[in-house]
């Protein structure tokens, strides 16, 4: 006759094993704390990541990924994803890497995408992603990878804080507008690759701090970058740039009227340039840099004239 230990111990083994099996093979069904995907369950507390890199995914990304409030690693690249990034993705602040490339994604980032300030690895190559790139905030950024999508706009000057940033390769998008100055505090990078974009006006000449300081790979072909291009370059390193729109500036910073003087008259041109309702104003009206032609650029220039 079986002794009471022994019924004890069998019922505390039966208990045992089938806790671990719920544990290992758990049943999504009518348990909140479970989120099934891609025929896997996972439990919404304790998930860090979703690993399924070349798994023949098809399909919209599940609105589900972003219930996972510990989540630290996306990674889907070389699916057939399809569709936009889910909106909440920005919720996941302990999020680390997003790997999502190679797939054929598309639409703008969600505006909260770059709430996520743990960002270390961001890999969106290889889609057809479109829309601008707001200013952010990402201290532990290494790796931005957003090339051969179709983003556009300007690139934010908030690059630099993004202290330890390695590598920016943003080449085939439609970016626009200046190279931002910001990107000379970006002390560890090691490649920036934005060719085959639009961007234009001068390459600022802090690029060069990257290249002889730490030996930065640069390459900025098939832009609209204009001349007198920084010594540090090489030809292979600018290679063609379309220049028909390039503007040549004063050679005395002001000097709208181009009478040699910085003076009232040039404060006047500066005002009437951007109120008139034609497009007057070209990079040379940019006092203060800032891709912007406004109020701040008439009080710059009125400083230049009370300094001299």
Not at 77 to 95: A, Q, R, S, V
Not at 196 to 206: M, R
């Amino acid at each position: 006759m079986m002794s009471l230990f022994l019924k004890n111990f069998l019922l505390f083994f039966i208990l045992y094993v089938f806790s671990l099996v719920s544990f290992l093979y758990p049943q999504c069904d009518g348990d909140t704390m479970y989120v099934e995907l891609w025929d896997s369950c996972y439990h919404r507390i304790s998930t860090r990541e979703l690993f399924y890199p070349y798994a023949g995914l098809e399909g919209d990304i599940p609105f589900e990924i972003t219930l996972f409030p510990e989540m630290q690693r996306i990674i889907l690249p070389g699916n057939n994803l399809t569709g936009e990034i889910p909106d909440p993705i920005g919720d996941l602040y302990n999020l680390q890497v997003i790997d999502v490339s190679n797939n054929q994604l598309e639409g703008e980032l969600p505006p909260n995408f770059w709430n996520s300030t743990r960002l270390e690895l961001i890999l969106l190559h290889n889609n057809n992603f479109s829309g601008e790139i707001n200013n952010y905030n990402l201290p532990d950024l290494i790796t931005l990878r957003i090339h051969d999508n179709n983003f556009s706009g300007y690139f934010p000057e908030s690059i630099e804080t993004s202290s330890i940033l390695f590598r920016i390769l943003i080449y085939n998008n439609q970016f626009s507008g200046l190279i931002p100055e910001t990107i000379g505090n970006l002390s560890n990078l090691n490649t920036l690759s934005i060719f085959n974009n639009q961007f234009s006006g001068l390459i600022p000449d802090v690029i060069c701090n990257l290249i002889d300081e730490q030996g930065t790979a640069v390459v900025l072909e098939n832009n609209q970058l204009c001349p007198p291009y920084p010594e540090c370059l090489y030809e292979g390193q600018i290679g063609f740039q379309m220049t028909s729109s390039c503007q040549l500036c004063p050679d005395i910073v002001g000097d709208f009227t181009l009478d040699g003087v910085v003076n009232v008259l040039d404060v006047i041109t500066l005002v009437n340039c951007i109120i008139s309702e034609v497009d007057e104003c070209d990079v040379c009206f940019d006092m203060n840099e800032d891709q912007v032609i406004n109020i701040i650029d008439i009080v710059a220039l009125v400083n230049l004239i009370v300094d001299n």
